[in-house]
């Protein structure tokens, strides 16, 4: 599938060596962190499902959660098949939670008032370690290909040309656990380009990466650090268009949302609600018709040890740590 657009006048920019460099060195030790209320025997870096039954959980509701939007209310509509399809799987009414921020998708799973979620890129860890969060699949195109890239975007004659124009200057991030909305480019800045955040920049957190995009394009924020995936779903709903913005860095390529689930529900129960998703058949779906625009046409499994290692070192570098308890 072809790009949506390209930027109005850069090339694509891979990570640096420099910042590489610096990625490979956190990476020995960057490591899953589990709060002390989980065990992780099997070694997988997550929570294992209690070894006592008295504690797992079956309820007769599912609540679900996609990782906060501008619009909850039309992920409600874009998502509505997929639980007919998770409730029919397990056999339970299932409610979609339209959550507001990260925190509030991070406090659900925590107080077990969530099931089911998706959380975003750099929310993962925050979920795996402190709520017990079990990933296991992400959305992928039909060849298996996944993923997404951090930009750096800014308003059509705002005066940033370069990412060394940011400097005096100020960047929007979206929350301090995303990764492509603050961890990666905060990573980024501060290695390749010597910028650091309220020294050499002002900055401001919007809450979600929609925000971010219309408050560049609104000129409330100079410039946003954003992941594209979102941007290019808004282009194709005709909230914003590919010339109201401009990029002026493009990153490696990331994961995108993690789904998975509670780590104390039901073996039984986990199980049926990993088998919908796999089972899901995305054709003339609201699903495919919105996720379509990042290219997305199916879920594939992943394991948080493999496919979340760089998002692990990044926040590593950026010397998060995970204090749950």
């Known amino acids: 599938m072809q790009p949506l657009r390209l930027s109005n006048s850069l090339p694509r920019t891979l990570m640096s060596a420099a910042v590489a460099s610096v990625f490979a060195l956190a990476a020995v030790n960057a490591s899953a962190d589990l709060s002390s209320r989980y065990v992780d025997n099997d ?55 339209p959550v507001q921020s990260n ?23 925050v979920a795996v370690n402190c709520g017990g969060f079990r990933p296991f699949a992400i959305m992928a195109g039909d ?33 301090e656990t995303s990764n492509s909305g603050f961890r990666a480019p905060s990573a980024l800045l501060r290695s390749e380009y010597g910028l650091e955040a ?12 929609d925000n971010s995009i219309l408050g560049v394009v609104n000129k409330d924020y100079e410039a946003a650090a954003i ?67 990042s290219g997305e046409a199916q879920f594939i499994p992943i394991t948080y040890a493999e496919h979340w290692s760089v998002i692990r070192t990044i926040a590593y570098a950026n010397g998060v740590t995970y204090d749950c308890d």
């Open 227 to 293: 992941a594209n995936s979102v941007s290019n779903r808004m282009i194709s709903r005709g909230v914003v268009s590919g010339g109201d913005y401009e990029i002026i860095y493009t990153s490696e390529t990331f994961p995108t949302t993690a789904y998975g689930v509670a780590h104390n529900l039901t073996p039984e129960l986990a199980q049926q609600i990993q088998d919908a998703f796999f089972s899901y058949d995305w054709e003339g779906t609201a699903l495919e018709a919105e996720f379509a625009n």
């Open 143 to 175: 060849d298996g290909s996944f993923g997404y890239e951090m930009e750096i975007i800014t308003y059509p004659g705002s005066g940033i040309e370069s990412v060394e124009d940011l400097e005096g200057r100020q960047l929007a991030f979206t929350s």
């Open 198 to 209: 309220g020294d050499d920049f002002e900055t401001a957190f919007s809450g979600s990466h």
């Open 103 to 125: 925190a509030a998708q991070q406090e659900a799973l925590r107080a077990g008032r969530l099931h089911v979620a998706g959380f975003n890129t750099g929310g993962v860890p």
């Open 43 to 97: 070694g997988d870096m997550v929570a294992d499902a209690p070894t006592d039954e008295s504690q797992w959980v079956d309820p007769s509701t599912l609540v679900f959660a996609y990782t906060p939007v501008e619009d909850p209310a039309v992920y409600a509509d874009v998502w509505s098949g997929f639980l007919d399809h998770l409730s029919a799987a397990t056999g339970k009414r299932v409610q979609f939670f």
